[in-house]
């Protein structure tokens, strides 16, 4: 499955199988896409990477630099709040062309009376990816992941853990991903 696939939207971006490119992807990312080709193999052989410098790896440059439509890309931001005293996590999958809706939808979600982006330096450590890559293939198993409906409808450019690539994935691999929740209106 080494050839080339067509994805909408990427312009000049080359993509090959994740699968047959681990050491292009985070640790935790390659653990997890491994897991996913062992429970569903049709699924996990679709994913996707690109390997990209790191210098323009942040969203709207990537998209600006290889002609890439905006609206491929979706953005994974790590969130947290607290109630009676226990620090509630959610990774937040949305389209780059939306903001995750915290004050409200995770908020909710996550049953906190305040939820907050997470610091960087936090964000990274807990992960175990780079920050500008964060993913939401290999989260740890506590955090809740929340998946905006209109990323799970066709491919999303998402991180690989590393800033050095991106993952092309179809929207069925991400809502096959452990404790996946699509949510309606996660980002607006």
């Known amino acids: 499955m080494s050839e ?17 490119h681990l050491d292009l992807v985070a640790p935790p990312v390659a653990r997890a896409l491994t897991a996913l080709e062992a ?5 996990a052989s679709l994913a996707r990477v690109s390997e990209v410098d790191p210098e323009l790896a942040d969203t709207e440059v990537l998209t600006q630099a290889f002609g890439m439509d905006l609206a491929l890309s979706s953005n994974c931001i790590l969130v947290a709040g607290k109630r009676a005293g226990e620090e509630r996590i959610a990774a937040c999958v949305v389209r780059a062309t939306t903001n ?21 330096e936090r964000a990274v450590e807990a992960s175990g990816m780079e920050y500008g890559g964060i993913t939401p293939l290999g989260i740890p198993e506590a955090w809740r992941l929340l998946i905006d409906s209109r990323c799970v409808q066709g491919w999303s450019c998402i991180g690989s853990g590393l800033r050095r ?24």
């Open 4 to 20: 080339s696939i067509e994805i909408p939207g990427s312009g000049s971006l080359e993509t090959r199988p994740a699968l047959e």
């Open 165 to 188: 690539s991106k993952l092309f994935v179809p929207g069925e691999l991400l809502a096959a991903l452990p404790g996946a929740k699509i949510v309606e209106g996660l980002g607006i």
């Open 100 to 120: 995750a809706d915290v004050n409200h939808v995770v908020k909710k979600l996550l049953d906190v009376r305040k939820a907050s982006f997470w610091p960087q």
């Open 39 to 43: 429970a569903n193999p049709a699924v």
